[in-house]
């Protein structure tokens, strides 16, 4: 009977140690695949919160783009050529309290293979003084991409030339929200002192936070430079005559930029104007004594890189 016994007592012992273990072992499968889970939510919320972060988790070869002209006018014929400009006609200011009447035509002129704009002391309507502004609005427009413009700029207190972009539809929002990129602006009182900017719904000029940067060129008003932005989805740098001198990039300033620091993910057109006087150029009055005064364009030309238009935000975080 003794036997018996033991024999029972181990066989149910046996058992409960096989039931032990075999619980065991479920609950730590369990374990596992819930710790599991949760990373792998985890690592999933990650991406997507990083790929929704604007100019950040590009990789590309910046030396190696293989840039291709893509658009361009040489100014060589004798008018402006309408199938790539539009003028801006008006006098109410443009925002900045400008004082020119820009015209249809009257104050601009294309010869010996220049753009020439001319801005002249005369009444016209409401203002004192006239002047032009052309763009590409409606007619072409740009994301990312290389641009180039070789000019020699007016001189004298009043003059404010710019070659700037802005965006063609405005899917963020009315100005400053969609974006503004200054390739080159010049104020007359502040000789070849030359202004790179840009402006969005974080960082603008009326709330004192625009992104912008200086440098300075001899001669200005009496020599052609190429004044030069390279836009790349993560970043845009300022030229003048290949030197560099002004990198706007917001993920050096915020680590997930977003629309209000980086609108530009979308096409934006060309601008091409001379003011006179307004809230910048006119800080310090105008020397009426200086008209006319003339902005010459010697070319424009625009390149884009087939692998930066087709690049894609790479998923991992940084
Ligand atoms: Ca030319």
């Known amino acids: 009977m003794n036997k018996l016994k033991r024999k029972i007592l181990i ?28 990373t792998t939510t985890k690592q999933l919320t990650t991406t997507t919160k990083n790929l929704s972060c604007k100019a950040i988790n590009y990789e590309y070869d910046v030396e190696n783009l293989n840039y291709e002209l893509v658009w361009s006018d040489e100014f060589d014929g004798d008018a402006l050529d309408m199938t790539k400009w539009a003028y801006h006609t008006g006098g109410s200011g443009f925002g900045n309290n400008e004082l020119q009447y820009y015209t249809a035509g009257d104050n601009l002129k294309v010869e010996n ?28 427009q740009w994301l990312y991409g290389k641009f180039e413009i070789r000019a020699k700029l007016p001189s004298g207190r009043g003059t404010w030339p710019a ?57 200005v008003d009496t ?31 915020v680590s ?7 609108p530009f993910d979308k096409s934006f057109y060309l601008i091409i104007n001379l003011a006179i006087g307004g809230d910048w150029g006119g800080a310090r009055g105008i020397d009426d004594s200086i008209f006319p005064q003339t902005l010459e364009v010697d070319y424009v030309r625009i390149y884009q890189s087939e692998l930066i238009k087709n690049l894609q935000q790479t998923g991992g975080s940084k």
């Open 11 to 38: 066989l149910f012992t046996l058992i409960f140690l096989i039931l032990l273990v075999s619980c065991n072992q479920t609950t730590t499968t369990t374990l596992t695949t819930t710790t599991q889970t949760t």
């Open 163 to 219: 070659f700037w972009m802005m965006p063609f539809s405005s899917s963020y929002g009315n100005w400053p929200n969609s974006g503004e990129i200054d390739i080159m602006e010049h104020v007359g009182y502040d000789m070849n002192r030359i202004h790179g900017s840009v402006h969005t719904q974080k960082y603008y000029h009326k709330i004192g936070t625009q992104k912008t940067a200086q440098i300075y060129v001899q001669d």
């Open 256 to 262: 997930c930029p977003t629309k209000a620091e980086w």
């Open 223 to 253: 020599e052609f430079h190429v004044y030069s932005i390279e836009w790349l989805p993560d970043r845009i740098d300022f030229y003048v005559d290949g030197r560099f001198y002004f990198r706007f990039k917001p993920s050096n300033f």
């Open 113 to 140: 293979g220049l753009l020439v704009i001319e801005a002249r002391k005369e009444q016209y309507q409401n203002n004192q003084y006239t002047s032009s502004k052309i763009w590409t609005r409606g007619k072409a």
